[in-house]
C-alpha cells in the first residue's frame, strides 16, 4: 500500500487561508469516506483534527475544515494564526481494511 | 478523561524484539479498537495496525505481518505490541491510538522511542 501523496511545504501569512491536499486511489481516498487529518507539533503525539472528511472533534477549532473531491482529499485552515505551524498529516482506510497515512505536510506560518 | 500511557524507552540489539505497553483509563478499555503508529526520527506516520481490545482480533500492515503481535490484558486495560527480528530501520517512535470509527485515532498515547543499535 502506497503512501499517500502531501506536498512537502505550504506556507501562508497570518490570516490567510491554505489548503492541503492528499491524493490517493480508488481503494482508498476515492473509496471510502473515511479521511482523517493529524497536526504534529515537534516532540508531541499527533492530534486528531478532521474524521471522515469533514467532521470535526470537539474542541478543534472551526477554522479546519476538510473536504474531498474524487481520490483528493483537502485540508483547509483559514484565518492562519502561529499555533497552526507544524506537520498535517492525512490518513485514509484502504480496500485491504487498513490504513495509510500520507507522506505528511509542514506549514509554515509567514 | 480519556489517557493512554506507553511504557518507556528500550534500546535493543539486532535480532531481539520489544515489547511496549499501553495503559488505557478513563473509558472502557472493550469498546474501542487500539492502533499502533510509529515514526522514524524526522520520517512520517506510519500504522501498524488494530487490536480489538474485547475480541482480540487484530489486523496488521503487510508490511509488518510475520514480525508484529499485538496483545492486550482487559484485566488492567492494557494492549501490547512486540516487534520481532529487530533491525536498525526499526528505530522510531511507536505510538499506540485509541481508534475512531474507521480508520481514525482520535487519543494518541505519549511515545516509546525504541532505539535498535549493535
Known amino acids: 500500500q502506497s503512501a499517500l501523496t502531501q506536498p512537502a511545504s505550504v506556507s501562508g501569512s497570518p490570516g490567510q487561508s491554505i489548503t492541503i491536499s492528499c491524493t490517493g486511489t480508488?481503494?482508498?481516498?476515492?473509496?471510502?469516506?473515511?479521511v482523517s487529518w493529524y497536526q504534529q507539533h515537534p516532540g508531541e503525539a499527533p492530534k486528531l483534527m478532521i474524521y471522515d472528511v469533514t467532521n470535526r472533534p470537539s474542541g478543534v477549532s472551526n477554522r479546519f475544515s476538510g473536504s474531498k473531491s474524487g481520490n483528493t482529499a483537502s485540508l483547509t485552515i483559514s484565518g492562519l494564526q502561529a499555533g497552526d505551524e507544524g506537520d498535517y498529516y492525512c490518513?485514509?482506510?484502504?480496500?485491504?481494511?487498513?490504513?495509510?497515512f500520507g507522506g505528511g505536510t509542514k506549514v509554515t506560518v509567514l | 478523561q480519556v489517557q493512554l500511557v506507553q511504557s518507556g524507552a528500550e534500546v535493543k540489539k539486532p535480532g531481539a524484539s520489544v515489547k511496549v505497553s499501553c495503559k488505557a483509563s478513563?473509558?472502557?478499555?472493550?469498546?474501542?479498537?487500539i492502533n499502533w503508529v510509529r515514526q522514524a526520527t524526522g520520517q512520517g506516520l506510519e500504522w501498524m495496525g488494530w487490536?480489538?481490545?474485547?475480541?482480540?482480533?487484530?489486523g496488521y500492515a503487510q508490511k509488518f505481518q510475520g514480525r508484529v503481535t499485538m496483545t492486550r490484558n482487559t484485566s488492567i486495560s492494557t494492549a501490547y505490541m512486540e516487534l520481532s527480528s529487530l533491525r536498525s530501520e526499526d528505530t522510531a517512535i511507536y505510538y499506540c491510538?485509541?481508534?475512531?470509527?474507521?480508520?481514525?485515532?482520535?487519543?494518541w498515547g505519549q511515545g516509546t522511542l525504541v532505539t535498535v543499535s549493535s
Open positions: 478513563g473509558y472502557t478499555f472493550t469498546i474501542y479498537d
Open positions: 487490536m480489538n481490545p474485547n475480541s482480540g482480533s487484530t
Open positions: 490518513s485514509s482506510y484502504t480496500s485491504s481494511n487498513t490504513v495509510v
Open positions: 491510538a485509541r481508534g475512531l470509527g474507521m480508520a481514525t485515532q482520535d487519543y
Open positions: 480508488s481503494s482508498d481516498v476515492g473509496g471510502y469516506n473515511y
